[in-house]
């Protein structure tokens, strides 16, 4: 499968919107969940703290992953400041952003001129994304979404956690199980981002 073929996937899973785990929140909730890697304390992370965010980043996707073919998507806010190297790496290419990304996305482009948006697809290995994760962990990377066009799922990190999108209730219960102890037992603090229009999507089935 090739970045177009991958990429009309992911629209026709993802009703159009764009890969950046906040929105999908809540056009997909019925299908989403949250592993939460945040640390504790408010000292700087170190690297052994960015090491141990990428290894479970690697963790959970090698669980939804492993096996498939998936696309990596990628959107750089301004790919001068950012650590694009390792996307490159992977194969990743500059694609041209569906208009229905741009239309959701409005004002979080802050200087639309500079932003990228580049794809790859790729068989999934344990340990294959490493130094993404890690480029992740570290907030060099602004919006990275790595998806399966056979499942529907998606994985979403950030530097303090994932959001994680997977079809089928059963699934979703076993990573739940899976990966109890990275789970959110409270909401994150702070206020929640304003929610981008559009409909709600139900999961099917």
Same mark, same amino acid.
């Given at each position: 499968m090739n970045v177009d073929e991958a990429l009309d996937a992911w629209q026709a899973q993802y009703s159009g919107?764009?890969? *950046? @785990?906040?929105? !999908?929140?809540?056009?997909?909730?019925?299908?989403?969940?949250?592993?939460?890697?945040?640390?504790?304390?408010?000292?700087?992370?170190?690297?052994?703290?960015?090491?141990?965010t990428a290894s479970r980043f690697d963790a959970v996707?090698?669980?939804l992953f492993t096996g498939t073919t998936v696309l990596v998507l990628a959107i750089h806010l301004d790919a001068g400041h950012e650590d694009t190297a390792d996307l490159t790496a992977l194969g990743a290419t500059p694609i041209t952003p569906p208009e229905s990304w741009i239309e959701t996305l409005g004002g979080y482009l802050q200087d639309p001129s500079?932003?990228?948006? *580049? @794809?790859?697809? !790729?068989?999934?290995?344990?340990?294959?994304?490493?130094?993404?994760w890690l480029a992740v962990a570290r907030d060099s990377i602004a919006r990275i979404a790595v998806f399966c066009p056979a499942t529907g799922d998606a994985f979403c990190p950030y530097?303090?956690?994932?959001?994680?999108?997977?079809?089928?209730?059963?699934?979703?219960?076993?990573?739940?199980?899976?990966?109890?102890?990275?789970?959110?037992?409270?909401?994150?603090?702070?206020?929640?981002?304003?929610r981008p229009t559009g409909r709600m999507v139900a999961e099917r089935g």
């Open positions: 919107q764009p890969p *950046v @785990g906040f929105m !999908l929140r809540f056009t997909h909730e019925s299908v989403w969940t949250r592993i939460h890697l945040l640390r504790d304390g408010a000292k700087p992370a170190t690297r052994e703290d960015d090491e141990r996707a090698s669980a500079r932003a990228e948006f *580049v @794809g790859a697809t !790729l068989s999934w290995q344990r340990s294959c994304m490493d130094r993404v530097g303090g956690g994932a959001d994680v999108f997977v079809w089928g209730k059963e699934r979703r219960f076993k990573l739940g199980d899976r990966f109890r102890a990275w789970m959110p037992s409270t909401e994150i603090p702070g206020p929640l981002p304003e």
